[in-house]
């Protein structure tokens, strides 16, 4: 079902960039129904070792950056709207005490784009990345805000790099999915990346 719900989706939207707009926010919502499932069926945000820079790892996060990243996690897995900015601004804070903080950037970015904060999450997914280059997630997450602002070309670099680094990274796939399924030279492709979205969220069931 998320399969075809999918290429449908993508094959309205196809020719219409998207905005952050009333119309853009549709599309978004319906390109999130299915991503928000696909997400507890890819490997959380917890780097593998190998997938962390070096500078990353020698990088000692300061105790009040740490507290207040720690509690936006928590504060936004409550949900609300409320919730989801203060999170926000905790992480806000703990990224001006330790600017090297790729995590906290890189969830401050998730933040920002469900509040539709696109030009602004994908400046911390950026961050994120410019600390931490070998993270699939970062990767995937700053193709979604491209692609949700309507830059496909960015969006296209930035899922496939996520998927040379993660083959198992659902998200992109679920994204580049979607992508293809608007032109039928490139349905093929479409279905079987939304054919290990599918797999992934069978073997959660």
């Given at each position: 079902?998320?399969?075809?719900?999918?290429?449908?989706?993508?094959?309205?939207?196809h020719?219409?960039?998207?905005?952050?707009?009333?119309?853009?926010?549709?599309?978004?919502?319906?390109?999130?129904?299915?991503?928000?499932a696909?997400?507890?069926?890819?490997?959380?945000?917890?780097?593998?070792?190998?997938?962390?820079?070096?500078?990353?790892l020698?990088?000692?996060?300061?105790?009040e950056?740490?507290?207040?990243?720690?509690?936006?996690?928590?504060?936004?897995?409550?949900?609300t709207?409320?919730?989801?900015?203060?999170?926000?601004?905790?992480?806000?804070?703990?990224?001006?005490?330790?600017?090297?903080?790729?995590?906290?950037?890189?969830?401050?970015?998730?933040?920002?784009?469900?509040?539709?904060?696109l030009?602004?999450?994908?400046?911390?997914?950026?961050?994120?990345?410019?600390?931490?280059?070998?993270?699939?997630?970062?990767?995937s997450?700053?193709?979604?805000?491209?692609?949700?602002?309507?830059?496909?070309?960015?969006?296209?670099?930035?899922?496939?790099?996520?998927?040379?680094?993660?083959?198992?990274?659902?998200?992109?796939?679920?994204?580049?999915?979607?992508?293809?399924?608007?032109?039928?030279?490139?349905?093929?492709?479409?279905?079987?990346?939304?054919?290990?979205?599918?797999?992934?969220?069978?073997?959660?069931?």
């Amino acid at each position: 079902m998320i399969l075809f719900a999918t290429a449908l989706c993508a094959h309205k939207a196809h020719g219409a960039p998207v905005q952050a707009s009333n119309d853009g926010a549709a599309h978004l919502n319906c390109i999130e129904q299915p991503l928000l499932a696909v997400r507890s069926a890819t490997p959380r945000r917890r780097a593998p070792t190998n997938t962390i820079s070096t500078a990353t790892l020698r990088h000692q996060i300061p105790k009040e950056a740490r507290k207040l990243y720690d509690r936006a996690r928590k504060t936004a897995a409550r949900g609300t709207r409320a919730d989801v900015e203060a999170a926000a601004k905790d992480l806000e804070r703990a990224v001006a005490i330790d600017p090297l903080f790729a995590d906290a950037h890189g969830i401050l970015g998730v933040r920002y784009y469900s509040m539709m904060r696109l030009t602004e999450a994908v400046a911390q997914f950026r961050r994120a990345l410019n600390l931490n280059p070998a993270f699939s997630f970062w990767h995937s997450d700053l193709a979604w805000a491209l692609f949700t602002l309507g830059d496909t070309e960015g969006a296209l670099q930035s899922v496939r790099r996520a998927l040379e680094l993660a083959p198992d990274n659902t998200s992109a796939h679920l994204l580049l999915g979607a992508m293809l399924a608007t032109s039928p030279d490139t349905h093929l492709q479409a279905l079987q990346h939304l054919g290990v979205v599918e797999d992934a969220l069978g073997h959660e069931k």
